[in-house]
């Protein structure tokens, strides 16, 4: 662990899981209550510092940062698809080159959240100036957790905030192994990250030093996540959470192509993937039998994530394959039909590992817990509608919102059908396929988050105040 610009070994250790051999292959450390307190502090005494850098000095440590990753990239691209089980080519180097796409970013001078004129009139001006809070503390979740832990590492960083990062117990390899790079690139104690379960992530929230809290993961402990931070009035926490995303389809032949993949990538373990898929009636039959046949030809692409050829890894953890199975086995006895997958599979290169099988459920109704609560993982279940209007209405029934789609041949029809989706983002024609791009404003609506990441600037204002600066005018 880092903690004030040294490694820190912790007092007890505890296993990391290959996903793909169901076995331990690493140990990590376990960071205590005292560990959290001696990086709350550090990052406290750091602020002042970081914070009083012209932005050039915190930009180079960015661009330090961004060829430490580049030059690390190897390590840790195969700690990744280890103990996340995802291929490490091209999607665990993949991440890696996100996160340093991010580094870049976070230096670009443009991005410099400089004073912003709020009004002028005669008697005066009124100049919005962004003031970093102090300590940040961030929390990840383990399906994209190099990317999303170095996204929450440096985003706080920009506007002069120090951080204390945490990430899963299920991945925390990729993100200690950060510890080295940061403690090179930046001050000591502007990044501190320690490793443990949700007691460490509930001692760091609850700390008096922590001013914000950034957390992605599940809607369940984001709530837990908002409660106790509110005894502090903790600046709203920033939260990313879980979904049930929809997608409806009419005479768009480009659904069928295109919506196993969008909703297996990543073995489904993507926040905004593709979870619910409604199709018109006149289509369903044909769909189904579409994305059956699509679905049975994944199987042959799953493996172990260091296997040449792997397309899809295993579920990260024993837990969530049996939440899927779970969610399967409840829509099966519901009396949905299973068209494809809905069963273990034990793939030749890893035949010890937590797969599930790309499966794809007809028949169900708007009630079964697979269409209402988010699976996190490799089953679409796909339902008939009749007009456009019921499959938004339908859609829309749920505490979730943070992504949906809509396919169709009408390009017309299809860009009005966006605006009654309650989803943070919406796509056309495409599900994922664009707009995660780091300069895109990215979060949830209802119950999937409050706030925005990504955004260029956006990203980076959301961990300052704003602070008013009256002033005569002229000066
Ligand atoms: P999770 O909620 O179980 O855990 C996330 C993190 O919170 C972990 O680091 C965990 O140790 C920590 N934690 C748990 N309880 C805590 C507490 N009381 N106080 C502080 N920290 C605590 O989520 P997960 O299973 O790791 O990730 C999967 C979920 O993440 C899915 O629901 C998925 O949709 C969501 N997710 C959302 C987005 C998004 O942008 N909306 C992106 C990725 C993942």
């Known amino acids: 662990m880092l903690i004030n610009g040294a490694l820190v070994h912790g007092g007890t250790t505890a296993a990391v899981i290959n996903p793909a051999s169901g076995q ?21 005494a750091a602020f002042g510092g970081w914070a009083a850098l012209p932005f050039a000095k915190r930009a180079a440590c960015f661009i330090s940062f961004a060829a430490l990753l580049e030059r690390d990239k190897g390590r840790l691209a195969a700690a990744l ?19 340093i796409g991010k580094a870049k970013a976070c230096a670009d001078s443009a991005n410099e959240l400089v004073p912003e004129e709020y009004e002028r009139n005669t008697k ?24 999303i832990a170095v996204n929450k590492m440096l985003c706080p960083l920009v506007g002069g905030n120090t951080v204390v990062l945490k990430p899963s117990p299920m991945t925390p390899l990729s993100t200690l192994l950060l510890s080295d790079l940061a403690m090179e690139a930046f001050p000591p104690g502007v990044v501190n990250i320690l490793a443990g379960g949700s007691d460490v992530g509930a001692v760091l929230v609850e700390h008096p030093d922590v001013a914000t809290v950034t957390f992605t993961g599940s809607s369940a402990t984001g709530k837990r996540i908002m409660a106790s931070a509110s005894p502090s009035l903790k600046k709203a926490p920033r939260r990313s959470c879980g979904s049930a995303n929809a997608s409806a389809s009419r005479h768009d032949p480009g659904t069928k192509r295109a919506c196993v993949p969008q909703a297996m990538f990543n073995t489904g373990q993507v926040c905004v993937a593709l979870k619910r898929l409604y199709v018109h009636a006149s289509q369903y039959e044909e769909m189904v039998a579409a994305l059956g046949a699509e679905a049975r030809e994944k199987v042959q692409q799953l ?4 296997t040449p050829g792997t397309v899809y890894g295993p579920l990260n953890n024993a ?20 068209v494809a997958g809905g069963e273990r599979v034990r793939p030749p290169s890893a035949p010890q590992g937590f797969f599930y099988a790309p ?14 609560e988010e699976q996190f993982g490799p089953a679409l279940p796909v339902l008939s509608y009749e007009t456009v209007d019921e499959a938004v209405e339908r859609a ?45 404003p ?4 209802k119950e999937s988050g409050i706030g925005k990441e990504n955004g260029g600037k956006l990203a980076f204002k959301a961990f300052c105040d704003e602070k008013y600066l009256y002033a005569p005018f002229p000066l």
């Open 24 to 44: 331990e292959f690493e140990r990590v450390p376990n960071a205590s209550a005292a560990d959290v307190d001696s990086a709350v502090a550090a990052a406290k």
């Open 81 to 99: 698809s280890q103990e996340q089980g995802k291929p490490l080519k091209p999607f665990a180097v993949g991440e890696v080159k996100m996160a």
């Open 124 to 147: 005066g001006r009124c100049t919005c100036l962004w003031a970093p809070r102090g300590v940040v503390a961030a929390i990840c979740p383990w399906n994209f957790p190099l990317a």
């Open 303 to 306: 493996g172990d994530g260091l």
């Open 319 to 338: 837990m969530q394959r049996d939440r899927v199975e779970e969610l399967v086995e409840d829509a099966r006895a519901d009396g949905a039909r299973v």
């Open 359 to 372: 499966t794809i459920l007809a028949d169900l109704p708007d009630t079964a817990r697979i269409v209402r």
């Open 396 to 440: 829309n029934d749920s505490e979730y919102g943070l992504g949906a789609s809509v396919w169709g041949a009408n390009r017309a029809v299809n860009t009005q059908r966006p605006t009654p989706t309650q989803a943070g983002s919406i796509w056309i024609n495409n599900h994922l396929g664009s707009g995660l791009d780091i300069d895109a």
């Open 442 to 445: 990215f979060g949830g609506v």
